[in-house]
């Protein structure tokens, strides 16, 4: 958390990283999800020096609750799909289909 952050900001933080951590986010996963998702309470706020365009127009992220997941209504976008089979490096990637990709890996 950065310096001057409230008591609030801080259970926000413990309680969004505890959350990830149940779901079963790695530990470090989980303190980024909470850190940016607490930075940008705070942008839209005004208790952040800076804030950028996104942070103060966008939806709130506590009202948002999930809805541009890997798990919306089409799952995840093909690029998800293609740099998670760059990571398991499977061949002839680039020229597979969104489905294609989902076939490949399995899902």
Known sequence: M?????????RQYEHIKDSAKERGE???????????T?????????????????STRDMPSSRRGGQRSHSGAQGP????????ARQRDIKGRSNMT?????????R
């Open 2 to 10: 950065p310096r001057g952050s409230s008591a609030k900001r801080e």
């Open 26 to 36: 790695s530990d470090r996963r989980a303190k980024e999800i909470a850190s940016r």
């Open 38 to 54: 607490v930075n940008k309470e705070r942008a839209r706020t005004g208790e952040s020096r800076t804030a950028g365009r996104t």
């Open 98 to 106: 969104k489905s294609q990709l989902s076939r490949a890996l399995g």
């Open 77 to 84: 976008t093909r690029d998800q799909l293609y740099n998670e």
